[in-house]
């Protein structure tokens, strides 16, 4: 299966790769599974009290697809308001990365991640 | 069954009394379709046999004198006898179809490990390459583990004991695993 050329980018080329201090009071962390495929995806947001998303960081070691959509959701996210976040779909990314049919998992995967790091940042704020 | 041709009853894909193949049901279960029982515990060899008997009953090559509607249902029952083949041939995807009626998980949604085995599984796909041996040893026990689990799992099922409810769930455990033992084949 051929990947896509922002997939290929993407992948030789991760934006955001790396971790945030899973302790701090302003970082929110997910760490969710595909059971589709096996691969597991930590994306870890900074929030800064306005509610805007000051940085992200992803690591995966899955295939090239689950790289580049948690890629790309990093420089999605940034920048954006928590509530901006939480509207991101898996399509959003499945269609800019034109991921086949057999990949969409991977962009499901960075969706959820998102909303899992969001939940445990509210979390840690309740 | 009626075969929708003579309304006489029919068993199995083609009417004894007439020679006329029956529409394939799209939901029809792959061990229906081969003749076999529903088991995980499936013979290689009973699986290859029933293929074979049904795959000539339906072949297209009968039916070349036959009206397009009957070529048709030739080629969709040729279709589904080798789906169900190769679904029930493979033991995971066999286990994953009597556990859930399909032979792979939803590329959505789908069973959720536990917090600490998804942890676990991040710390063995990360030290992939920095720690092979120590990683495939890891694998091979916690897969030794779930072959384990899943052979009682079933086990208790054909003699009618317990449900499939959580094989899934074991299923999704070993693809977790293959994805580190990949890494480790990688590095």
């Known amino acids: 299966m051929a990947y896509s050329?922002?997939?290929?980018?993407?992948?030789?080329?991760?934006?955001?790769?790396?971790?945030?201090?899973?302790?701090?009071a302003d970082v929110g962390t997910g760490?969710?599974?595909?059971?589709?495929?096996?691969?597991?995806?930590?994306?870890?947001?900074?929030?800064?009290?306005?509610?805007?998303?000051?940085?992200?960081?992803?690591?995966t070691f899955g295939c090239g697809s689950a790289i580049a959509s948690s890629s790309l959701v990093t420089t999605?996210?940034?920048?954006?308001?928590?509530d901006e976040a939480m509207e991101i779909k898996n399509s959003d990314i499945a269609r800019e990365l034109a991921l086949p049919p057999v990949k969409i998992h991977c962009s499901v995967l960075a969706e959820d991640a998102v909303k899992a790091a969001i939940a445990d940042y509210r979390k840690k704020k309740s | 069954m009626v075969c929708w041709k003579c309304h006489e009853g029919v068993?199995?894909?083609?009417?004894?009394?007439?020679?006329?193949?029956?529409?394939?049901?799209?939901?029809?279960?792959?061990?229906?379709?081969l003749g076999l029982e529903r088991r995980y515990h499936l013979d290689g060899r009973a699986l290859e046999k029933a293929f074979r008997a049904v795959s000539r009953k339906v072949h297209p090559d009968r039916f070349t004198k036959r009206a397009a509607v009957e070529r048709r249902m030739s080629l969709q029952w040729t279709a589904t006898?080798?789906?169900?083949?190769?679904?029930?041939?493979?033991?995971?995807?066999?286990?994953?179809?009597?556990?859930?009626?399909?032979?792979?998980?939803?590329?959505?949604?789908?069973?959720?490990?536990?917090?600490?085995?998804?942890?676990?599984?991040?710390?063995?796909?990360?030290?992939?390459?920095?720690?092979?041996?120590?990683?495939?040893?890891?694998?091979?026990?916690l897969r030794a583990d779930l072959d384990q689990a899943l052979?009682?799992?079933?086990?208790?099922?054909?003699?009618?004991?317990?449900?499939?409810?959580?094989?899934?769930?074991?299923?999704?455990?070993?693809?977790?695993?293959?994805?580190?033992?990949r890494l480790v084949d990688q590095s």
């Open chain 1, 5 to 24: 050329q922002k997939v290929i980018d993407h992948y030789e080329n991760p934006q955001n790769v790396g971790s945030l201090d899973k302790g701090a």
């Open chain 1, 31 to 59: 760490l969710v599974g595909a059971p589709a495929c096996g691969d597991v995806m930590k994306l870890q947001l900074k929030i800064n009290d306005d509610g805007i998303i000051e940085d992200a960081k992803f690591k």
């Open chain 1, 76 to 82: 999605m996210v940034k920048g954006k308001s928590v």
């Open chain 2, 11 to 33: 068993q199995g894909p083609v009417c004894v009394g007439c020679g006329a193949i029956q529409p394939p049901r799209p939901d029809a279960d792959y061990f229906d379709v």
């Open chain 2, 81 to 141: 006898v080798n789906t169900a083949r190769r679904v029930l041939k493979d033991p995971v995807t066999r286990a994953h179809y009597l556990a859930t009626g399909t032979a792979r998980p939803p590329e959505r949604g789908g069973p959720q490990p536990d917090p600490d085995f998804l942890e676990e599984m991040f710390e063995l796909q990360s030290e992939a390459r920095r720690a092979p041996e120590a990683v495939r040893d890891r694998v091979n026990t």
């Open chain 2, 151 to 181: 052979e009682a799992r079933f086990t208790a099922w054909e003699a009618g004991e317990g449900d499939l409810d959580g094989v899934d769930l074991l299923l999704a455990h070993l693809r977790y695993l293959a994805t580190a033992e």
